[in-house]
């Protein structure tokens, strides 16, 4: 029997509502802040959130106790605060302005160095960071498009201009040897750390608002802020699959692979989760998280072996979520 196209539609829009009717928030974890949050970071454990405040100062709180493990002293943090990494381990914290990167202890809650940064520009600011594995290597992006390759061990820095215009996003691989970066000019590029020749490039029409790696770094995500969601082979470049949705234009800001990168979680502007099949593309499904103020959105998430993913936004306030909801459909 065939059936008509129209009904058929129907039932798939019916099947696609009773996704996004599934409720999967285990509710509000903990409010970390009475102030608003600009940035954060899980540790890669997700015992540890790091977050900046709308202040500036810089905070990193123990997720299970909700305690304050270290805090910068308001007066020794570099300000403004553009950019701040927590290190793979634990143990450092990289606090940037404008120019300068400082490096801090966490246990002994101390200043290490501080070293200053420049691009190709003269007036070029920092706009994004990234920390090896290993606390090695340190990469600096500037709103020229210029990139630093810093060695912490030996203080050596090469510099090279791999945009036209600022790097928002640095991933390092599993051992620190390779990276992807993603800038305003809607470029990515995967690099080996020292050279400036490309094992890959591509543009996109618009800017990259998003920028994310799997764990063991084979495969990554990346959004031109408008159209253009793909997920991706590394280290080809090789297309696996395009996000499909129904809606016009959606806006990718924070993003992640989660469940051994079976799904992959991003975040809009507008206080949304969604949640993506990373075999096919297909949105399995968009939420609403827990905010005080209007227009709080996600600022960092982290997902445990535990079926649970995590997203602490703006307004400070930390939401567990139930993978294993989402799997059952």
Known sequence: MRWPAVFI???????????????????????????????????DDGKLLLGVT???????????????EFKIPDHKVLKPVKHVVLSKDKSLILVANDNTVGLWSVPAKAMISKVKFSGVSARATITAMALSPHKDRLLV???????????INTRLNNR??????????LKFDTQGALFLSGGLDGKIGLWQFGSSAALFEQEFAHRVTSLATTRDFSRFFVSDGLSAQHIK?????????????SARFKIFRQSTFVENGAL?????????????HTETGEELGTWTIQTKNKGASIVAMHADNHGNLF???????????????????
């Open 9 to 43: 539609a129907l039932i798939l829009l019916l099947l696609i509502g009773c996704k996004h009717d599934v409720e999967i928030s285990d509710g509000v974890v903990h409010t970390f802040s009475t102030e608003s949050i600009s940035q954060g970071q899980f540790s």
């Open 311 to 329: 997203t602490f936004n703006s307004d400070a306030v930390l939401e567990r979520w139930n993978l294993d909801l989402i799997k059952a459909l």
């Open 54 to 68: 709308g202040t500036g100062s810089v905070m990193l709180w123990r997720v299970d106790s909700q305690q304050v």
């Open 141 to 151: 992006g500037m709103a020229d498009g210029s990139l630093n390759m810093a060695d």
């Open 264 to 276: 992959l979680a991003t975040s809009s502007s507008k206080s949304h989760l969604s949640l993506w």
């Open 233 to 245: 082979q590394l280290t080809s470049g090789a297309e696996q699959a395009k996000l499909n949705y």
């Open 160 to 169: 090279f201009k791999p945009h036209s215009q600022p790097i928002r996003h």
